[in-house]
C-alpha cells in the first residue's frame, strides 16, 4: 500500500462520518486491473475517421470498427473480415466473400450492403479510394456475404489500399451510417470491431472510453498490427487526454495512468528512472519531417533557391530540437522515403550530406534573384513537432540574410492559409513546417506530399514532370526489383526539384507501466493483446 | 456589478491600512492591543520609514527597469541564437542560466524577456487608463451616454479578462502589439468605471455647480475641477493594471495565445519550458522568479502610492 | 425594496445583451479556419469549401445572429463543429469538475483569508501583520501555473500525498473528489486569498477606528467578542463584494489550472474551443461564464441590503 493510500484509509476513516457510507472508489481493486488507462498524443475532438483525417481518430477508430485486410508489420495485408478474396488475372475484378457470423455491436449481422456503403463513403476521401473510384465501373453486394468491384482498369494495389495504416482506413460500417456524406460527420458510432465506443462517457478533449464487445468474431491464427485475432484483454480502455507532458509524465510515474503513447524525450530520462515504467520506440517506421516552400512564388519558384536551402540545412538541428539528445532517436534523411523499409534509398541525395555550405547556398540564393523580400513562414506553435522545425528554420534563413516574416500561429490556422495560393504579401505564404508518419512514406501510393502535379499537388503546389514520370513507372512495376529502380528515379527527381525539403527521419518513445504486458512498436498504439496484471 | 456604494473595486488589490492611526483617536483613548501606534520620522530616511512599500517596490522596479534597458551589455548573447546540439545544459559557468531546448542562453532570454513583459505592463496600464479616463469623462458629464456606455463597460466587464483576451488574440496572429491592445481592451472598463464614479461625485460639488452657473466652459472645468482629482485613483490603478497585464501576458504565453517565440518574454520561457519542469526546472524557475518580483514590486509600488496620496481611497479601490 | 430587487434584475438582460453581440461579433471577425482543420493535411481547397457550407459558415453576419441568440434563448446553442455533440451536453460534462473546483477555491479562500486579515488587524504594525502582507502581496505576484507545478511536485511526486492529475466525481465519494481538488484550489485560490486577506484586513482597521467599538468595549464585551461579533459584521460588506468581483479571477484561473492538473473542466473547453476555432462551443461558454459572474454579483448586490441596511436605492 503506498503512502497515499495509506493517508487516504486514515483521513475516510475521520471523513465518512458525514457521507453517507460513500467512500471508496467506485471500482474494487480487481476491476481497476480490468481497465486500461491511456494517454493519446492528441485529443479525441470528433470520432469520424473518414471526415476528420487526423491520426488520433484513426487510432481510437481502429478499435471501434474493423477492416476488410489489415497490414501485418511486414506490411502485408491480410485477412480480417473477408473468408476469401478472387481477382480476375488483369486485376479489374475483384470479387470478396465475408467471414461468417461476423456482428455489429448493435447486434445486428454485417452484411455485403454495409461494406458496400462503407467503401463508397470511404472511396471518396482516400487518395488510393478516389483512384479506384476513377476507374470504377461498379461495386454492388452479390449477396449478403459477397461483394464484388469491377474496374475498367487493373488495379493490382487493391488488398493494400484496403488494408493499409495510412488515414483513412477502409473500415466497415452499418450501411445506414455509412449513406452519410462523406463531407459530414457521421452522429452514431458503430462498428464491428473488438471494442465499443461508451458514447455517454465521452468527454471530448478530456476523456474517451471503451468498452470490450463479447460480440467480436475473432478470426483465426495469429497476427501483428492490424492483423490477427485482435483479442482485447481489458474490459475497459480510458482515454484520457492531457495537454501538458509534464503532467502525463507525473500521471504515468504515480501510476494514475498506465500508458502513454508519446513522452518527449526529454522526460524519458526520468521515466527510465523509475523501476515501475517501461520506455520504448514506439513506431520503428517513424516520421519524416517536413519544410514546405510554395513553388508559385518568389523566391522559392525558383529551383536555385530551393536547393540553396538544401545546401544550407542542418538536418541534425532539425532533428535534435526535436528530440533531444538521444541519438538512437534520428537519423539523417537524405531522401523521402522511410528507412528501414525495402524501397528505401539515398538515390540523388548528395546535396543533404556532408558539411554545410553556407557561404555557397548564399551565393546560390543571389542567383536566383532574391533579393531581400520577407519570406512568410507559418509556424504552429502548439504542434511541438512544427514549433520546433518553425524556431531552426528561422535561425536559418536569418543566418542566409533571409528576410524572415515568422507568422507563429496555430495549426488550424497553418491549415487554412496553407490552401491559399495567393502572393505572400496578400495572405499567402512561402515556407511552412509538417511532419509525415513513416508508415505513410513508404511508397508513393498514399504519398501526397512527394507528389509533383504542380497545382493539383499537395500544399506548395510543386511541378515536377520528372518525379510524376518516375512514379507512373512505379505504379506500372510488375516486382520488386523494377519497384526499386523506379523509386532511385523518384527520389532523384523530387531531390533535384526539391518538391519538399525533408528535414530527417526521427523516432518517439511510447511508455507503460511495468505491469502492462503485450504492447507493440507499430504505426499507431494496438490496443488488442495489451494486458495488465 | 460592483454597487455605487463600494464604486469600482476592479482587479486591483484590496486596501491596506493606513501607517497610523487617525489623529483623533490617538489623542483620545489609547487601545494598545487593537491600533499599537507608529512614530512619526522626519527626512529622506523618514520618507522611506513612514513609505517602505513606494520604497522597495520602486526600487526593485527601477533595478528591473535598468536590466531591461541594459540587457545587451550584461553579458548576455543573442536570445534567438540556437544552437540544438548544446540544448538543455544546466546552469554553468558558461550559461549563468542554463540553456533550453533549443539550445539557447536562457540567462540573456530572461533579461530581454524584462523588455517585453516591462512593455506590455506599462503599455497596457497607459493605455488603458487614457481611454478608460476618456469613456469615463464622456460618460461622466454626457447623461445621454452613460447608460448605453456604462452596460457595455459592464458587459465587457462580466467576461472574464483572461477569456476577453484568449479570444481577442485568437483574431490575430501573435505579436507584442496585438497582445497589448488585447489586454487592455479586457482593462478600459475598471478605469472608466473608476473615472465615471470619480465624476459623478465630483459633478455634485458646490464649486462645479458654481463653475458652471458662471459659465465656464466645459473643457475648462474638466481640465481644471474634474481631472486633477481623477489622477491619484487612475495613477493607483494603472499600476495594479501594469501588475495584472504582466501576469495575463504570461497566461497568455502559458496557453499558446502570447507573444511568439522570437521574441523571448518571461511568459513564453516559462510556456516552453513547462513541459521539463521536472528535468530542467531552471527553465521555468528563472523566469518566474523575475516575472513574480517584477509584478510584487510594481504592486507593492502601487500600495505606497495608494497609501500617499490618499488613504481614503483605499475603500474606493 | 422589491423595486430595487425588480430593477436590479431587469438591468442584467441589457448586460447579458451586449455580452452576446460582443461574442458573437467577435467570433465572425475571426480569421482562421475551422473547416480547413476539419477537412484534414490531404483535403483539397474544394474540400474545404464544402465543409464550410455543409457548417454554414458563408452565411451573411445579422441572419447568424438573430438565428444564434432566438435558439440561446430556447436553450439551444447549436452543436460543436469539431465533436457533433450539443454544446448544453459538452458543457454539462464538464461544468462539474470547474463547478467543483470553483466551490472549494472559494470556501478555502474565505476561511484562509478571512482569520488572516482579521489577525493581521488586529496586530497591525508588528510582524505578523507585515508577514501576513507580504505572504498577500506574494500571492498576487507568483503566477498561478507556477505554484501548481510546484505544489504538484512536492505533494504528489515527491511526498505522493496527492494525485498529480485528473478530476473524480463527487458521486464517487467525498475524499476522493477532494483529493483531487485540493492541490488545484490551493494554486488558485492564492490570488484570491491574498485580496479577500488584504480587504478584510483593511475593512477591518477601519472599522476597530470607529467609535462604536470604543462604546462597546466600555461596555466591557471581550476583546474577541468586540472584534468577531461587531467588527467582521460590519466589514462583510466589500469583503462580499470583492468576493465577487473575484469570481472573473477564478474563472480565468481556472483555465490554467485546469490545464496543469488535467481537470476536464470548462476552462480546458474553452481555451481548446478558442485555439480551434470552434465556434458554437466558444459562445456557448463564454455567455455561459458572464452570465455566472453576472448572477453572483446580482446576488451580492441584493445581499447587501441583508448587510448594510444604509444601502436603499
Known sequence: ?533 | MASAHTAPLGLAPGAAAPSGPPQEVAAAAPMPDVLPAVKPRKGFVGFIRRHPTIAIGGFLLLVMLLIAVFAPYLGTVDPTALAPARRTREPSAEYWFGTDMLGRDVYSRVLYGARVSLIVGFAVALLSSVVGLAIGLVSGFVRVLDGIVMRIMDGLMSIPPILLAIALMALTRGSVRNVVIAITIAEIPRVSRLVRGVVLSLREQPYVEAAVASGTRMPVIILRHILPNTLAPITVQATYICASAMIIEAILSFIGAGTPPIIPSWGNIMAEGRALWQVKPYIVFFPAVFLSVTVLAVNLLGDGLRDALDPRMAKRL | MLSYIVRRVLATIPVMAVVALFVFSLLYIAPGDPAAVIAGDQATPEDVERIRASLGLDRPFLIRFGEWAFRILQGDMGNSIFTNLPVTTMIAQRIEPTLSLMALTLLLAIFIAVPMGVVAAWKQGTIIDRAVMVFAVLGFSVPVFVVGYLLAYVFALELDWLPVQGYTSFSEGLWPWLENLILPAIALGGVYIALIARITRATMLEVLSQDYIRTARAKGVGQRGILFLHALKNAAVPIVTVIGIGIALLIGGAVVTESVFAIPGLGRLTVDAILRRDYPVIQGVVLLFSFIYVLVNLAIDLAYTLFDPRIRY
Not at chain 1, 171 to 191: C, L, N, S, V
Not at chain 1, 226 to 231: C, F, T, Y
Not at chain 1, 417 to 443: I, L, S
Request: net charge neutral; aromatic share 10%; with cysteine.
Open chain 1, 1 to 533: 500500500m503506498n503512502r497515499r493510500d495509506l493517508l487516504k484509509a486514515t483521513l475516510a476513516a475521520g471523513a465518512l462520518a458525514g457521507t453517507h457510507g460513500l467512500s471508496a472508489p467506485a471500482l474494487a481493486q480487481g476491476a481497476a486491473a480490468r481497465t486500461l488507462r491511456f494517454v493519446p498524443q492528441a485529443n479525441l475532438a470528433n470520432f469520424d475517421p473518414i471526415w476528420g483525417t487526423q491520426y488520433v481518430v484513426r487510432n481510437a477508430s481502429a478499435m471501434v470498427w474493423d477492416t476488410l485486410y489489415g497490414v501485418d508489420d511486414q506490411l502485408v495485408p491480410q485477412r480480417q473480415m473477408v473468408e476469401a478474396e478472387e481477382h480476375s488475372p488483369d486485376f479489374k475484378v475483384w470479387t470478396f466473400r465475408l467471414r461468417p457470423g461476423l456482428k455489429f455491436h448493435d447486434g445486428e449481422p454485417v452484411l455485403a450492403k454495409d461494406v458496400v456503403a462503407s467503401l463508397a463513403r470511404w472511396s471518396v476521401r482516400d487518395p488510393m479510394g478516389q483512384m479506384i473510384r476513377a476507374i470504377q465501373q461498379e461495386l454492388v453486394a452479390v449477396d449478403d456475404r459477397t461483394l464484388r468491384w469491377t474496374l475498367r482498369e487493373g488495379f493490382p494495389k487493391m488488398l493494400w489500399a484496403l488494408g493499409k495504416t495510412n488515414t483513412p482506413i477502409a473500415f466497415i460500417m452499418p450501411e445506414r451510417i455509412a449513406k452519410t456524406d462523406p463531407f459530414q460527420q457521421i452522429g452514431e458510432y458503430i462498428g464491428s470491431g473488438p471494442m465499443r465506443f461508451v458514447r455517454d462517457e465521452w468527454v471530448p478533449g478530456a476523456k474517451a472510453v471503451f468498452q470490450r464487445f463479447d460480440g467480436y468474431v475473432s478470426r483465426e491464427g495469429t497476427g501483428s498490427w492490424l492483423a490477427g485475432p485482435k483479442r482485447i484483454m481489458v474490459d475497459r480502455v480510458e482515454w484520457t487526454v492531457m495537454p501538458d507532458p509534464a503532467t502525463a509524465s507525473a500521471a504515468l510515474q504515480n501510476g494514475e495512468v498506465d500508458w502513454w503513447e508519446n513522452p518527449i524525450s526529454d522526460l524519458v530520462p526520468v521515466l527510465r528512472r523509475n523501476r515501475n515504467i517501461m520506455v520504448d520506440i514506439a513506431d520503428p517506421l517513424g516520421n519524416i519531417g517536413s519544410f514546405r516552400m510554395n513553388h508559385l512564388h518568389p523566391p522559392f519558384n525558383n529551383v536555385k533557391a530551393r536547393r540553396a536551402i538544401l545546401m544550407a540545412m542542418s538536418q541534425e538541428d532539425y532533428m535534435r530540437a526535436l528530440v533531444g539528445d538521444d541519438d538512437k532517436l534520428w537519423k539523417p534523411l537524405p531522401g523521402f522515403f522511410t528507412p528501414g523499409t525495402p524501397l528505401y534509398t539515398e538515390e540523388g541525395g548528395d546535396i543533404l550530406k556532408g558539411p554545410r555550405d553556407l557561404d555557397a547556398a548564399k551565393k546560390l540564393l543571389a542567383e536566383s534573384g532574391y533579393a531581400g523580400e520577407p519570406v512568410t513562414c507559418l509556424v504552429a506553435q502548439d504542434q511541438p513537432i512544427t514549433k520546433a522545425q518553425g524556431d531552426v528554420t528561422a535561425d536559418l534563413l536569418k543566418r542566409l540574410d533571409m528576410n524572415v516574416d515568422f507568422v507563429a500561429t496555430d495549426w488550424g490556422t497553418v491549415g487554412q492559409r496553407r490552401a491559399m495560393k495567393n502572393p505572400p504579401g496578400q495572405g499567402g505564404w512561402q515556407v511552412f513546417h509538417t511532419w509525415h508518419a513513416g508508415a505513410d512514406c513508404v511508397n508513393p501510393a498514399s504519398y501526397n506530399a512527394v507528389r509533383g502535379t504542380g497545382d493539383n499537388a499537395w500544399f506548395g503546389w510543386p511541378k515536377s514532370e520528372a518525379t510524376e514520370a518516375a512514379i507512373a513507372r512505379w505504379f506500372a512495376a510488375p516486382d520488386l526489383e523494377a519497384e526499386k529502380l523506379a523509386i532511385a528515379q523518384v527520389n532523384r527527381a523530387a531531390m533535384e526539384d526539391v518538391v519538399y525539403a525533408p528535414t530527417g527521419f526521427f523516432l518517439t518513445y511510447q511508455g507503460w507501466r511495468r505491469n502492462v504486458s503485450g504492447i507493440q512498436k507499430g504505426p499507431l498504439p494496438f490496443f488488442w493483446g495489451v494486458s495488465k496484471g
